[in-house]
């Protein structure tokens, strides 16, 4: 008698143990699709079709929609800042063949005062920034005259070239 409660009591342990996951599946039970929300009305910037490349954004005033303007047309656009230049270079540079191939006028400027304040040929400095391989300011500096503080002479150049650029636009 003892051997048939003890074998009950150890099938319905048994069956009980099997079931509980069973029912954790929803087994017996057609699955429940997932709720769905509905999808957000889609932006204007992200409804233009898969394939088609974003248009590069820039802070200054393209001439086109989508074109970017170069350090060229900008410091064109911009003849204060022109003229401001021209005492960092010989006598005769055409500053916008010099700015030719800068991402921006920002970086040309920097580099025409580094290489104004550091004594450094300009067409060197371009010439190392560009590449290949292309290097920043700081490297392009270390470079090129590896006992100066180049960190610190970049920082002070881009200091000096926003000032520069600040100075020009405000008196437009």
Avoid: W
Avoid at 18 to 29: E, I, M, N
Avoid at 80 to 89: A, D, I
Avoid at 107 to 119: G, K
Avoid at 132 to 150: F, M, R, S, V, W
């Amino acid at each position: 008698m003892k051997r048939c409660i003890s074998f009950l009591a150890l099938l319905s342990m048994t069956l009980f143990l099997y079931a509980r996951p069973l029912a954790a599946q929803g087994q017996g039970r057609p699955p429940s699709p997932a709720p769905q929300r509905p999808s957000p009305p889609p932006r204007p910037e992200t409804s233009r079709p898969p394939d088609t490349p974003r248009a590069p954004e820039s802070k200054g005033k393209p001439e086109q929609a989508g074109e970017r303007r170069t350090a060229s047309q900008q410091l064109a656009a911009n003849p204060k800042l022109s003229e401001r230049l021209k005492g960092l270079f010989p006598e005769g540079t055409d500053l916008q063949l010099a700015a030719d191939g800068f991402r921006n006028v920002g970086l040309f400027v920097a580099a025409a005062r580094v290489s104004h304040n550091l004594n450094i040929p300009f067409d060197q400095l371009k010439s190392t920034m560009m590449g290949p391989p292309e290097k920043n300011l700081g490297a392009a500096i270390h470079e090129l005259k590896p006992d100066a503080d180049a960190k610190a002479e970049a920082r002070k150049a881009e200091k000096q070239a926003k000032k520069d650029m600040d100075d020009s636009r405000r008196s437009e």
